[in-house]
């Protein structure tokens, strides 16, 4: 009977042991908090706590979330173990466009992102400093560049070449154009940039030719000879002149034999064929010429420039006979004149 009672008394000492073990254990969770892992920031940090919800968590944290903040899980969401929390408060940014220059919020960290949260638009062709792509701090500045360009496509002309041959049965002095030249045609796309509105500068993009341009030839003449009485004569250079014909008659000369200065020519020499009247400025006085007929009448032949008059300007001359008929039967016609060596 004894023996029962010592045993009755050790199993109820053992339930009591068990029930105050379940009572610790019980309070030992009820008084243990919920690990929570917070990202905030660059920052990452594992946190006890005793709130129910993020939103009661963030409280307990003195942590306010920003408008234009960023937070992975809805406020009213229960803790559990290990959970997650990623908090993102936003930056200061100045941004720089143009003459304009403002602040903007945002949580992100590369140029291109603030950009794009900030509500500000950008093409392929604009350009940042930093670079789009670069990740700036806290407080730095963008500075946006809007690039605009115009493509546009003008013609120009292409010279044409000029082409000089020789011709030996051409006189010297001379020339004859064998094929005119044309100008050619290209086109010329090109874009122009604009950098905020002000112009940079003008690529060119490509040429095409329309036409091609078509050479000038010319023939120059070489030959420097002529077939006269004397036989072959050189010559410097040839013209074609409007002669006339002029003896010492009145009615030529406006002089009478006895007057002052009468038969004697401009440079003192006397009057006679072969002496010839001239513009100075065309052909200088003194100089040794040919004078050969355009026509089926003899060549005047060799000549000199010796005389001038009033009516004789330009390319014009005035060949000297013995008597009126000839100077009639002359008249007015052209002549080529050869210019000596």
């Not at 329309?210 to 000879?225: A, L, M, N």
């Not at 406006?254 to 007057?259: A, I």
Request: aromatic share 6%.
């Amino acid at each position: 009977m004894e023996n029962n009672k010592i045993s009755n008394i050790s199993k109820l000492q053992i339930l009591l042991v068990l029930a105050l073990a379940v009572l610790l254990t019980l309070g030992f969770m009820m008084t243990k908090g919920t690990s929570i892992i917070l990202h905030l920031d660059e920052s990452v940090e594992e946190i006890e706590t005793s709130a129910r919800t993020v939103e009661e968590f963030l409280e307990e944290q003195k942590l306010v979330l920003d408008k234009k903040g960023y937070i992975n899980v809805s406020l009213d969401r229960a803790l559990n173990d290990n959970l997650h929390i990623i908090l993102k408060q936003p930056k200061t940014y100045t941004i720089s466009l143009a003459d304009a220059e403002w602040e903007v919020r945002s949580i992100y960290s590369t140029v291109e992102s603030i950009l794009t949260d900030s509500g500000v638009n950008f093409t392929a062709k604009d350009y940042s400093s930093p670079d789009f792509k670069t990740q700036i701090s806290d407080g730095e500045k963008i500075t946006l560049s809007r690039v605009h360009e115009e493509r546009k496509v003008v013609e120009e002309k292409i010279p044409f070449e000029k082409i000089v041959k020789k011709n030996p049965k051409l006189e010297i002095g001379n020339s004859n154009t064998v094929q005119e030249g044309v100008e050619g045609v290209k086109q010329i796309e090109s874009i122009d940039r604009y950098v905020n509105g002000e112009f940079v500068k003008n690529e060119i993009v490509e040429e095409r030719i329309i036409s091609k341009p078509v050479s000038q030839i010319v023939e120059k003449g070489t030959r420097d000879r002529i077939r006269t009485s004397r036989g072959d004569t050189n010559y410097r250079k040839s013209m074609v002149m409007n002669a006339t014909a002029y003896d010492l008659s009145f009615a030529s000369c406006g002089k009478r034999p006895g007057d002052r200065g009468y038969g004697i020519t401009a440079s003192g020499t006397q009057a006679r064929p072969g002496a010839v009247a001239v513009d100075p400025k065309v052909i200088p006085l003194g100089t040794k010429l040919y004078i050969e007929s355009l026509d089926d009448t003899p060549d005047y032949g060799f000549a000199t420039a010796e005389d001038t008059g009033g009516a004789i300007k330009g390319k014009k001359i005035d060949l000297f006979f013995h008597s009126g008929t000839d100077v009639k039967n002359f008249g007015r016609r052209n002549v080529k004149v050869y210019i000596l060596k």
